[in-house]
Structures are given as C-alpha cells and as structure tokens.
C-alpha cells in the first residue's frame, strides 16, 4: 500500500443545507449552532418542514480529510455508507478528490448517514444528524494496513456515539499505536463531549498526540468556563493541541509555548458548517508535511476561511492553490 | 382545487453539479452548453471521471415552476419520479416552495432521473441527461383538473424525447386548450428542437400561445442563421413569444411589434445553469398576474440574473423580495 499523510475514521455522512431563521430552530426545539442526534420519524418530520436543500458530501472527519486531499496532501478515509444513491454521492466525492476510500458499502439495511443542515442569515449552521448506516464499522473495516500507512490517524468524537463505532474508534487507536503512529482526536461538539466526558478525558491524556477543539469543546471538556484553564490542562495533558476560536483565531500548545494564530479574513461568512474540520485539514497537512506549527495553524485558518465563505463543508476551489497564492508553502 | 397561476409539466431531475475545464469536456465527447441524453452505463462512466459535485433539485419546467413559486405566483408540477433517495430530493424540494405537486413516484423500475451538470470555469453548463423514470409520465398522470385549474400551462420541449412523455405532453396540452388556457411551451435545447423540428412547427403554429427559445433554438427551429429572419418567423406563427439572448437581453414579440429587454447586471456569471428556465418564470409569472409585458420581460431577467450568480438552477432567495426591491411589482 502506498504510504499516506492522513488517514481518517469517521461518519460517513451527506449533509442536506438549507436556510431558515431563528423562529423556525425555536419552534423545532433546536439549539443554534449545535450538532443533535436524530432518530428516523424526527428527522422526517424535520425534512418535511425546512425549506428545499442542496445536498453535498460531508462528516465531521471525513470533510478533514477531503481537506487534506485538496492541499495536495494523500489521504485515506473508513467510513460506512449504504448501497443507496447517498451512499454512491459520498463514495464519488471523496474518491473524485483522490482519497483512498475502500470501505464497503452495506445493503439492505439502515441508509446512508445525512444530516440537516439548517443555516441562519448570520451564517450560523445547526446540524440535526440521522446516523443511518454509518456508525455499522465492523472490525473488518478498520482496515489495519491503511491505518499502518500513514503518518496520522485522525479520529472523529462522534464516534463515541455508537457502540460499534466507539469499538472501531479504540481498535483503530490501538493499531496507529502499537505501530507508532500519531494519532489525532477532533472533539467534534460540546455536547457529544458532555456525553463522554470521561472517556474523552482519559483518551486525551493517555491516546491522544494531538488534539483539536474549540471553545466550548475544551471549556466541556474539563468542565471550566475559562479558556485559559481549560488551555492550561490541555497543554499539560496532550503533547499537541490546536484550539479554535472562530474569529479570534486558534492558539496551537506545544512544549509548554502557545502560538496564537489569527483568523484569516473572509469576505462574508456564508456557512459556517465545516470550519473546525478544515481547520484540522490544514493543521495536520501541515504537520504530516513536517512545516513549522505557525505554518500549520495558518494552512488551517486559510481552509477554515474558504469554507465559511460558501455553502457546504468541502472546499470549492484548490486548496495547494491558496496555500501557494499566500506564501504559506511553495 | 385551488387556482394556479401556472402548472408546469416536465422531466424531474435532480442536478449533480461540478466544476471542469474544457479538456474534461473534449476528453470525453461533450458539446459545450448543449443538452446531450446519456444511457445508464455512460452516465456511470462519466459520473466516476468528474470531479465532486453538489446535488441541487433540477428539471427544466420543474425550475420555473420553481421560480414561479419564489416570485409568489400559485403553481403546480406534474412529473415522474421513482422512490428512491433522489426523488424524495426532488419532491420535498418542490413542495417546500409552495408548488402543489402530487404525481405519485413509480418504484422498483428506474431511477429518479438525474443531469450531470458539467459548469466550465466561464460558467457554461454542459448537461448530460440520463432520463430515468422521468419520461414514463402515464395518462393517470396528467391530472386533468390541475391542468384547469392554471392559466398557463407550461410545456417543456424535452418532454419529446420519449413517446411516453410526448403522449403526455399532446394530451395536457389538449386538456389546456378545450378548457380556454393558454399553452406555453419551451424550445428547451437546439440539439432538441432538431430532433423534433417538424412536430415543434406545428406544435407553435397551432397549438402554442406563449413560445420561450434562445437564439440557437430559435434559428434551429426555422433552420436559418439569421436571428432577425427566426424571429419574424416566430411573430408571425405566435401570438406571443419571448427570445432570449444571454447578455443581450430578450426580445418580446407580440401583435407585430418588438420589444427589447435588456438584461439584469450581474456582478459575476457563475452557473448559467436555468437562465432560460428563470426568465420564463418571471415572465409567466408577470403574464399570469396580467402585468405589461415589458414588465414580464423585466421580471425574467432579473430571475435570470439571480439564478445565474450562484450555483444550480433554483433560486436562493426569494424572487418576490427581488422583485419589489427592483421596483417591478409592488
């Protein structure tokens, strides 16, 4: 198997965006800017009421590694989808952008993973997630010789969500391990942290090389309303944590230093599903490629500032072109 | 049942839409801005050579049936879909607009139909049909009493690329025209109308009130190359024809006189994708409501412009707000 800079575990999900404003989250009981979990009459009833959608490929993870893939980066995903036209949608994406992605397909069973996406005009994303299929990894699918493969295993927490993805998430760390790999964890939401926060804790300090969070996650996470001591307990518990904070940018801890890191600007922020896990694209194609951390941190606010401008949470143009338009590699 | 401004029949697609250059197109057979049908394995083979796409609900008639909703007008759809993932797409997509929509899908036969939207970095879209389910429109169908219920019927002309559909087209047309409304049909494509030139003559001579085609239709119709001698033709086999010309604008021929419209600015061409299928909303929609035609006209520009400055063909804000801010309606 050729060798890889990332390889991602994560929901394979397609990610169905339309627009609504505050009243309609109020009158359906969302809370704004939130990823929920959402069983199959909800998310019909949902369907049925917002307004008509665009469908594109998403997943936390696996929008980080289609990412990397822009950058230049070769990256591989695990991901289960269903045999149904959602299925085929994510499937084709992720390969047309040269991700190695061999997982197969399940028939007959639960569909393909999507997720409602409601966006407000403040550019705000509330996610309303049906798992479908995809949290069915078997131990089968955690394909050991892609994960040996690469330099990075990046592991989505909303894996924890299910037993058998949790299962795949622990068997997956387990192999980049023993194999001497890094292995990096995306926190993914506050509330799915709040959900595991004791596993995630003891993950963090005994698992993890580096960590990705934002605000609220790390401030969940050690159960602090200060960011400054949730930093502080990061910093000591993991060797590499890169902390995102929206417009204020991203402070990435290593060795005892922090490195603040501004946002990149944006015209106009469109759609802000996706930022995090862009973010983490360009940090990890930065650090599987050996640039310095600052560099890192801008390749990710750079990704993160491309996605927020557009609807959708896969990069629109070349992101190796950006990144050589701004310096940031050559 | 309520009235309706408009009842549209056409093909349900849903759009699959991805950025190429114009080696892609000439790599793989494709005539740059033209309409081609492609078979199930040819659809497949040119599906896994694209790039990612972006799945947007579709369909000519369906598009500015569309529009015609967004600009408030009442309007109803008749088209086939299968019960698949795609059709549940299209038809939450059109009914989440307001139309009145309630063919009821086909299962266990082929697929949702579906276009594989080729968009070149001038924005020209290169589409590639694979039909589906779409043509197999029965005479069940065609709901005789929507049909009544509408001023204008409108027709596209793709609907004869399949017998099935075409028997569909002649009987609401029929319907329509013993019940005093008003036929409107659209040209659709070149490539089309050559397939079906002598049947869209007659069809226009005798049976069509409201005629929508762009240059290339409408020369292709009288099989001249002059756009001046196309368009006498048509003002004299019509009582009303609207003809479009990119950034141009539109002429509006009607009672032996000519009325120029000019385009609406756009900042930047993005998607030409459902140009023609916005201006025939605004226009009907502007005719429906008994509006001057120069107003009509006004009003299909500025639908033209919106749909093409962003991606897909279904409008993203509402074209009733356009409207008033333009000053076109009150």
Redo the contacts between chains.
């Keep these: 198997m050729q060798d890889h800079d990332v390889v991602g575990i994560g929901n394979a999900i397609v990610d169905?965006i339309?627009?609504c404003d505050d009243a309609f989250l109020a009158a359906h009981g969302r809370v704004k800017g939130s990823m929920q979990l959402v069983d199959a009459p909800t998310v019909e009833q949902l369907?049925?009421a917002?307004?008509?959608?665009?469908?594109?490929?998403g997943g936390s993870a696996a929008n980080t590694i289609?990412g990397i893939a822009s950058f230049g980066g070769r990256a591989g995903f695990i991901g289960k989808t269903a045999t149904?036209?959602?299925g085929e949608?994510f499937r084709?994406?992720?390969r047309?952008?040269g991700v190695t992605f061999d997982t197969p397909p399940a028939g007959g069973g639960e569909?393909t993973g999507r997720c409602l996406i409601l966006v407000t005009p403040d550019g705000q994303r509330t996610m309303n997630t049906f798992l479908g299929i995809s949290p069915q990894l078997g131990s089968g699918e955690v394909d050991a010789a892609l994960i040996r493969s690469a330099r990075i295993v990046y592991l989505e927490g909303y894996l924890f969500d299910r037993p058998e993805a949790k299962a795949a998430f622990r068997q997956a760390a387990d192999i980049a391990g023993k194999a001497g790999r890094q292995v990096a964890l995306s926190l993914s939401d506050a509330f799915c942290v709040d959900r595991h926060r004791a596993e995630f804790q003891d993950l963090v300090r005994n698992s993890v090389d580096i960590l990705f969070a934002n605000e609220s996650e790390v401030t969940s996470l050690y159960e602090t309303t200060s960011f400054d001591e949730a930093a502080r307990r990061a910093q000591a518990d993991t060797r590499l944590a890169a902390l995102t904070r929206s417009e204020k940018g991203s402070v990435i801890l290593s060795g005892g230093k922090a490195i603040e890191i501004p946002a990149a600007p944006v015209a106009k922020v469109v759609d802000t599903t996706g930022a995090g896990d862009l973010y983490a694209a360009g940090f990890l194609f930065g650090i599987a490629r050996g640039l310095a951390l600052d560099t890192a941190g801008r390749l990710g606010s750079l990704a993160a500032a491309e996605i927020i401008s557009h609807i959708?949470a896969?990069p629109?143009v070349k992101l190796s072109d950006l990144a050589r338009k701004s310096g940031l590699v050559d």
Tied chains: 1, 2.
Excluded: K, L, W
Excluded at 50 to 57: L, R
């Design positions: 169905i339309g627009r369907y049925g917002m307004g008509p959608g665009t469908e594109i490929s289609a149904d036209q959602f949608v084709h994406d992720i047309a952008i569909p959708g896969r629109e």
